[in-house]
Every structure is written in C-alpha cells, then in structure tokens.
Nanobody
Framework: QVQLVESGGGLVQPGGSLRLSCAAP????????MSWYRQAPGKERERVAG???????DYADSVKGRFTISRDNAKNTVHLQMNDLKPEDTAVYYC????????WGLGTQVTVSS
C-alpha cells in the first residue's frame, strides 16, 4: 500500500511562512501529477496548487502570489512554500499523486493564528 507522507505543518502567526513537503516513495513519481489540497473545518476539500509532469504549475486564486509548488523528481518529493499566511489558510493540507493510480497522504495541520 503506497502512502504519501506530508510534513512541515504547524502554528504560525499571520504574515508568516511555512514550507510543506510530501514524500512519495514507491510510486512512479516522474509520471505523476502532484497536487496540494486543503480542508478547513466544516468545509469541503479544495485544490490549492498543482504541478504537472512537465513542471507547469497552477494555483487557486486564493493563494496566487503567496504559495509556490515545486517538485524534485530525483527525491520523489513535492514542496509547497507558503508565504504571507492568513488565518483563512488554516486547514489540514493533503498531498495527492495522480498517475496510473491516485494516492493521498494523511495530511498535515497548518494553523495561522496570533
């Protein structure tokens, strides 16, 4: 059973930064579209950012200009650099790999609060 592993979440003050990482062992990483999603309490899971096989990226309007997704095919890892964090960014953040199969991680909590 393939399991993605997220890390890097935590508590940060508004305006602060965090860098999330997702390790994806056991999958054909270079052939997978990698994405970050988040789910806040009482809300549906939403897609935050994605990076395709060629390295092209896309972002939700709510995070454009503040978040940056990147992938390292040599290390089977995807990162999400989050800057200028806001209280509304508080959520559990999930990593998703979509290739021949789809895999999810268990999530990492991000809390933005003063």
């Amino acid at each position: 059973q393939v399991q993605l592993v997220e890390s890097g979440g935590g508590l940060v003050q508004p305006g602060g930064s965090l860098r999330l990482s997702c390790a994806a062992p056991g999958i054909i990483f270079s052939s997978s579209v990698m994405s970050w999603y988040r789910q806040a309490p009482g809300k549906e899971r939403e897609r935050v950012a994605g990076v395709n096989i060629g390295g092209s990226t896309d972002y939700a309007d709510s995070v454009k200009g503040r978040f940056t997704i990147s992938r390292d095919n040599a290390k089977n890892t995807v990162h999400l650099q989050m800057n200028d964090l806001k209280p509304e960014d508080t959520a559990v953040y999930y990593c998703k790999a979509a290739g021949r199969s789809t895999y999810w991680g268990l999530g990492t909590q991000v809390t933005v609060s003063s």
